[in-house]
């Protein structure tokens, strides 16, 4: 019987110890090395070391019968590692610090492979520009752009960046955290950090004065400077994943397309039809045969993509293309998901609507789809409050492929110098609506400056998707001036939100006979 062999050692990043495990297939010869940096160890933390290196051991089996030494670190403040964990502030030391220390190892064949999902894949973007012993990337759910990370069209992601800074902030530290989902409903929403953890968070907080992706603050260390583009100007072989209902899948289309041509050859993108960990809620959302990617393509295919770089055999994807679902007709395709030059354009309706907008009671939505997390899920029913408007298309007279991006218009007007507007696209099924995209705006972002009531045109662009509208199915358009679930409320004041003290009620006006949802029909 094979020994492989597992132990643990304590790398030292900036004078702190980092908790790191080292599974070889064997003691005396030299491996390629998997690299993973992980935050998401607190079940661990209870055990002894001995304790985990044999779980590691066996949960990494498959990858040492495959000649891969894997090297496992907890990062910054999580499980076995010390120190403070502060999200992504260490993370670009912490990782150069664990791919110098593999250098200097017996093992080290002078291959390095970085595997990733999530932010396990931005410990690595952290890290470039990338030196060349890297050989080859697994870079799953993650977007570089730390800003689409935080905000969409200068709104707060509270259920997906806030939520997740609260858990992930001094974790170890087990400080008490006076904080609830509502926390971010507080005004200013500047005294954040110091209500919740009882101390300013320095990075969150410049990042809440940071609304625009033009501040000063994204192109800072602490806003992710060193991982924007990190994967532009790559030479070596990446597999990329992610799902139509990832919280990255925009970010991850623009990666891709932002890819030279010559490199983006050596790489491929991997879409599922789910969400940021290839999974589903099962009462909630749709089971799509074959949809996981380890349904379709094998358990292993993680292994055989580093086995085809190395040694050139059979990769699971092919190269240069992009894999993706296509929903409801529910089966894979590979091409360079070019968006159809054949758009569509749907009216909303002959109506002016006018309707009350009270942030002290904001409407919300299920399912993030792909900017939050929570996946695609049905939805409830349409003109659910006062302050929504649902319209349907007409029933389709014919098969139709969408694939690309929809985007919509409408016209509108306030009472208000700025507030928002929030649009939904789901499609609608015998089980009821299912939702596809949505897109988020105010007035002064996308304007600059409003004067009330007056009539002008918004529009909202929607992240990439693929699925199938079948004969007689329609699609169902929300429209509101909230979605308090997954954002901010806005307060329908001028200004920078975090600073802002008071919120009033607006009357916001739809003009759907000038309004369309415009859809790249594919042949």
């Known amino acids: 019987m094979i020994a492989y062999r597992a132990e643990y050692k304590y790398v030292i990043s900036r004078n702190t110890k980092l908790f790191t495990v080292v599974l070889l297939p064997n003691e005396n010869e030299q491996f390629p090395s998997v690299v993973i940096r992980t935050p998401y160890v607190d079940s661990l933390e209870v055990l002894t070391e001995e304790e985990i290196c044999a779980q590691y051991l066996e949960e990494y089996v498959k990858w040492l019968e495959n000649g891969y030494a894997v090297v496992i670190q907890h990062c910054r403040g999580r499980g076995k590692s010390d120190g403070d964990c502060i999200p992504y502030i260490n993370e670009r030391d912490d990782s150069r610090a664990l791919y110098a220390w593999i250098r200097e190892q017996h093992f080290y064949d002078g291959e390095l492979f970085l595997k ?5 894949t931005s410990v690595h973007y952290c890290a470039a520009p990338f030196d060349d012993d890297i050989k080859g990337a697994i870079f799953g759910a993650q977007d570089s ?10 709104f707060l992601k509270k259920r997906l960046h806030g939520d997740w800074y609260v858990g992930m902030y001094k974790a170890k530290s087990k400080m008490k955290k006076h904080y609830t989902i509502g926390s971010f409903e507080t005004l200013p929403l500047s005294n954040f950090t110091k209500a919740v953890f009882g101390e300013p968070s320095a990075d969150f907080d410049e990042m809440l004065r940071s609304p625009k992706p033009t501040d000063v603050f994204w192109q800072t260390h602490t806003g992710g ?11 070596f072989p990446i597999l990329f994943t992610t799902g139509f209902y990832d919280i990255y899948t925009g970010g991850i289309f623009d990666m891709w397309n932002k890819i030279s041509a010559e490199n983006r050859e050596n790489c491929a993108l991997v879409v599922s039809p789910y969400d940021h960990g290839d999974g589903f809620n099962e009462a909630t959302g749709i089971a799509f045969p074959h949809g996981k990617r380890k349904e379709q393509f094998g358990a292993d295919y993680e292994i055989k993509w580093f086995e085809h770089i190395r040694k050139n055999t059979k990769t699971p994807f092919e190269k240069g293309k992009i894999t993706y679902y296509n929903l409801f007709e529910n089966l894979w395709h590979t ?23 009270n942030p002290f009671d904001p409407p919300r939505f299920k399912g993030g789809l792909s900017c939050n997390f929570g996946g695609s899920v049905f939805q409830d029913k349409p003109n659910l409050r006062h302050d929504i408007i649902s319209v349907y298309t007409s029933p389709f007279e014919k098969d139709a492929y969408v694939k690309g991006k929809m985007s919509a218009k409408l016209r509108i007007s306030s009472d208000c110098e700025d507030t928002c507007f929030y649009v939904r696209v789901s499609i609608e099924k015998e089980r009821g609506d299912f939702g596809l995209r949505d897109d988020i705006t105010s007035l002064c972002y996308q304007l600059g400056d409003y004067v009330p009531n007056t009539l002008v045109d918004l529009t909202f662009n929607f992240d990439e998707h693929a699925f199938l509208i079948k004969k007689g199915e329609r699609l169902r358009v929300d429209i509101a001036s909230a979605n308090a679930e997954h954002y901010v409320r806005h307060t329908n ?22 309004s369309t949802l415009v859809l790249p029909i594919s042949c």
């Open 116 to 120: 990733g999902g999530s932010y396990l």
């Open 493 to 514: 004041q001028k200004g920078l939100y975090s600073e802002q003290t008071t919120a009033k009620i607006a009357q916001n006006t739809v003009y759907l006979q000038d």
């Open 145 to 154: 752009e730390r800003y689409n990370t935080c905000y969409r069209n200068g």
């Open 225 to 235: 400077a060193d991982a924007r583009c990190a994967t532009d100007d790559v030479k």
């Open 335 to 357: 091409d360079d998901f070019k968006t159809s030059e054949t758009m569509v354009s749907l009216p909303l309706g002959n109506e002016t609507i006018t309707y009350t907008y």
